[in-house]
């Protein structure tokens, strides 16, 4: 059971000061704005003066600390995670007997509330199908803990104006039945057997947001990954305005006058649109103090530019200020430096280049970020049945902007040429990138090359068709990209040999698609004549990808090794 210090009386907590040194809400957003020293360190986040500290739990492995200013005002990190200085309100803390005890009273539910609780960032990336559940109730906690704190100072201090306009909290999710399960634990965790809830518009809610009846579900054959993300409602389209009162939610609030947003990345965008969109509605982004992202890995297959241009307009000043007594703001506000008081929690079951960009670029809390720290100790290889050469081919690259290039460079002039010397048969290109995509389609074409290409824009009847084709040999070469496969995760047959453009963005696809060669000698009359091979093109910006097919140190040895060119052995 977590361990905390349930507050009995709200309006004791925020007049005296003894209290105000245990609560992490008042320290850190009760303070004044950033001096110009301190918000040079936040804004280029310099790792050379930074703390810099790790630590670790059992329940969520090993985090990186760091923080660009003295943190000496914040009481000590191993105080918060290890949950003494913790401060929940007493409705809420009576309400966790609601919760499943198999998410209270697991330890990674009370760890990792303990950072939350700490008001830092947070860049998680060991989520998992066992733990989601856990965090997602740890996240839920914290955010209602805040907008029920943050309210109560707001009306015992008749602080009206605190900050520009009302919602506090952004929750950005990729599908309706993620939202059905978050907005469902927020509900659960307000209820209680001494208050009499009202949850406003909850049949509507439950209707639009949760399973049609008439659709089937998703046959036992497919990955058990693959049921947990769609079996449910996977519309991407859906925003959610969340109004919190003591004694009733109101679901479906207008989005300027809510509490917390819970919404699509794609919803959102579509709202506020570009930063050149001076037109759309954006104010309500003005004030948000907590950003919270879960499942984020799925982002990526969405278009995660929406997210990048989310991040770009959140908590900039508005053109047009609303009537508000500018007498009782945050001095922070007015000084452009909400920004930096923002706490960003980001949870993802895939470690990539691209979130940890975003952190850098979008997110510089000044009381420092928490960073997972993922060691993979196995690999993808051992997964793979079929005894095989893996040939993994460092490109050479100085630049991340060039990256793409240099791929294409080497398909182009090495890979190609052997594909055509060799006659190669029933070889199948994997291609994370729509772009690298297209650029590699229409090379092929440009050759007169044999080939069938299937994407996430391909319908299904030419995808049955291709795929039945290559099958069949009446094509020997078949481009696939990754966003088709993370949306379907059809069997392809045929297979007897694999180009990765790019390692996949998900690793276990890597073994996923190199086991399908084994179904395709299983099923060859001639199973010895089979050759079978995996080719992978890389560059030293691949890091995050190749460490979970190869393990950690074999990824370190390759990336640093003076040849070009490492084969591994699968299947032994």
Partial sequence: MLVTKPDKNVSREWRKDSKRLKDTNSLHFLRSSLNVQEETKVSSYDFNESINEDFSRDSFGKLNFIAPIDGSKIASLNDFICGSQLAILSRLHHNLANVSSLDRDNPLFKDLFGVLHSYRDLLFFNRSLENASSIRLSYCLHILNHVMKTRARVLLNSERCLTLTRPSVLILLP???????????????????????????????????????????????????FRALFNGNNDDHFRMGIKVLPRKIKLYNKISLCDIIVCSPLALHALIGTESDSHNEKEFLSSLQIVCMDQAEMFLMQNPEHLFSIFRQLNLLPKQFPEVDFTKLFEYVLDKQAK???????????????????????????????????????????????????AFHRVSCHNIAAHPQCLFDFFVETIFPQLQANSIK????????????????????????????????????HSVKFRQSFANEK?????????????????????????????????????????????????????????????????????YRLSPVLSTSRCSQIINSKQSLNVFLSGE
Avoid: W
Avoid at 178 to 187: E, F, G, N, P
Avoid at 202 to 215: A, L, P, Q, S, T
Avoid at 377 to 387: F, P
Avoid at 438 to 457: G, P
């Fill in 426 to 461: 029933q070889t199948l290109v994997f291609i994370p990138s729509y772009y690298d995509f297209v650029k590699v389609r229409n090379f092929l074409r440009r050759q007169d090359a044999s080939f069938h290409d299937i994407s996430e824009y391909t319908s299904h009847g």
């Fill in 175 to 225: 599908q309706k039945s993620a939202a059905l399960q978050v907005i469902s634990t927020l509900i659960q965790l307000m209820e209680g057997d001494n208050v009499d809830l009202e949850v406003a518009h909850k049949k509507r809610f439950f209707n639009e947001y949760g399973i049609d009846e008439d659709v089937k579900p998703i046959s036992e054959k497919r990955p058990a990954d």
């Fill in 340 to 390: 930096y008081f923002r706490q960003t929690l980001l949870f993802s079951s895939v470690q990539c280049a691209e979130f940890v960009a975003l952190f850098n670029r979008s997110c510089r809390n000044y009381s420092g970020r928490f960073t997972s720290v993922v060691h993979h100790s196995s690999d993808q290889l051992h997964l793979v049945n079929v005894t095989m050469p893996h």
């Fill in 475 to 543: 094509v020997n070469l078949l481009l696939i990209s990754e966003r088709y496969h993370f949306f379907n995760r059809f069997q392809i047959k045929g297979i007897r040999r694999i180009i990765f453009f790019q390692l996949p963005t998900f690793p276990h696809f890597y073994s996923e698609l190199c086991n399908m060669i084994g179904s395709t000698i299983t099923n060859s009359e001639e199973s010895q004549d089979v050759d079978c091979s995996v080719t992978v093109i890389l560059t030293k910006f691949d890091m």
